[in-house]
């Protein structure tokens, strides 16, 4: 069993930035993929980024060149540096491994971006 819990979440003013933290939890395990979506209301679940560790990321057209994740492979931990926010940011962001054992989700976080 692997937990994901994310923390980071709130609001803030466009412009702003906020660091999201996802910590696996339970089964010790090495994941191959972790990173961050997300899912504004009304709308599909989207990529934000994922990272295999070291150079290998992968960024959504929407946050290139404004977030930047990174990983502790010794801690099973993935964050999400998110600069120069915008209102459009506003979504709940969901932490994801992936493993042999599996895929799997955290629970969310709410990020909220003031205009």
């Known amino acids: 069993q692997v937990q994901l819990v994310e923390s980071g979440g709130g609001l803030v003013q466009a412009g702003g930035s906020l660091r999201l933290s996802c910590e696996a939890s339970?089964?010790?395990?090495?994941?191959?993929?972790m990173g961050w979506y997300r899912q504004a209301p009304g709308k599909q679940r989207e990529l934000a980024a994922t990272?295999?560790?070291?150079?290998?990321?992968n960024y959504g057209d929407s946050v290139k060149g404004r977030f930047t994740i990174s990983r502790d492979g010794t801690k099973n931990t993935v964050y999400l540096q998110m600069n120069s926010l915008k209102p459009e940011d506003t979504a709940v962001y969901y932490c994801?491994?992936?493993?042999?054992?599996?895929?799997?989700w955290g629970q969310g976080t709410q990020v909220t971006v003031s205009s």
């Open positions: 339970g089964t010790i395990t090495s994941f191959t993929v």
């Open positions: 990272t295999t560790g070291g150079a290998g990321t």
């Open positions: 994801r491994a992936l493993g042999v054992i599996g895929a799997f």
